[in-house]
């Protein structure tokens, strides 16, 4: 049974470019679309979405071998729980509830030194001990992720920057594996991530001025 839900998952739903795309790859596009645009809007619906996305592509790039990006994935699917706990019921140092609000240049360097050195230390763990056919190309992505996902978590407007780099990267991953949707995914993420940024730092400022 299983192994006809796997086969029906992988089917083709059409071809883009001489490649074919899964129901699998398709309805995870389509989701986290939808999730990226609650994310915009700060609505709570982006932490479920994220969930079933997250557990859809765990499962794609897995039969890719892709194991950082599937990797990724799994821990994207458990924070997407605390990122729903921090966004209901989160509180700054102070006491407060979450806002939109930004970390800084001092706050960020110690995640950004951590993020820099984990990305060659994973890839050479993908090198040494997987098949992936792209470990470096795999390791920036997954690593730098965690850092836009924690950021996304506490509600800081850097969360947006940090995308659109992960998203830049994840085009050139996804299209030398072949995976044309979810390339136009991660392409349609960049403007997305620009504009969720402008509607972040609106909506931080005029926080500030109320």
């Known amino acids: 049974m299983w192994a006809d839900v796997w086969a029906a998952a992988l089917a083709p739903a059409f071809t883009a470019l001489g490649a074919p795309i899964s129901w699998l790859e398709l309805v995870a596009f389509v989701l986290a679309v939808w999730m990226v645009v609650c994310n915009m809007r700060?609505?709570?619906?982006?932490?479920?979405?994220?969930?079933?996305?997250?557990?859809?592509?765990?499962a794609l790039f897995l039969d890719g071998?892709?194991?950082?990006?599937?990797?990724?994935?799994?821990?994207?699917?458990?924070?997407?729980?605390w990122g729903w706990w921090q966004w209901r019921f989160g509180?700054?140092?102070?006491?407060?509830?979450?806002s939109v609000r930004q970390l800084g240049k001092?706050?960020?360097?110690?995640p950004v030194a951590l993020t820099l050195l984990g990305w060659p230390l994973l890839g050479l763990f993908l090198a040494s001990?997987?098949?992936s056919p792209l470990p470096y190309w795999d390791a920036f992505p997954t690593v730098a992720s965690l850092?836009?996902?924690w950021l996304l978590a506490r509600k800081y407007e850097e969360n947006w920057p940090t995308w659109i780099v992960v998203n830049a990267v994840s085009?050139?991953?996804?299209?030398?594996?072949?995976?044309w949707l979810t390339v136009v995914l991660y392409a349609v993420f960049i403007p997305m991530s620009v504009l969720g940024w402008q509607a972040w730092r609106r909506q931080r400022l005029a926080l500030a001025m109320a």
């Open 129 to 131: 001990f997987t098949d």
């Open 106 to 110: 001092a706050g960020l360097a110690l």
């Open 42 to 58: 700060v609505r709570l619906l982006a932490w479920p979405l994220a969930l079933i996305s997250s557990l859809l592509y765990f």
């Open 91 to 98: 509180r700054t140092a102070q006491g407060e509830a979450l």
């Open 147 to 149: 850092l836009g996902q």
């Open 65 to 81: 071998r892709l194991y950082g990006e599937a990797a990724l994935q799994l821990l994207f699917a458990g924070l997407a729980g």
């Open 171 to 179: 085009v050139v991953l996804f299209g030398l594996k072949g995976y």
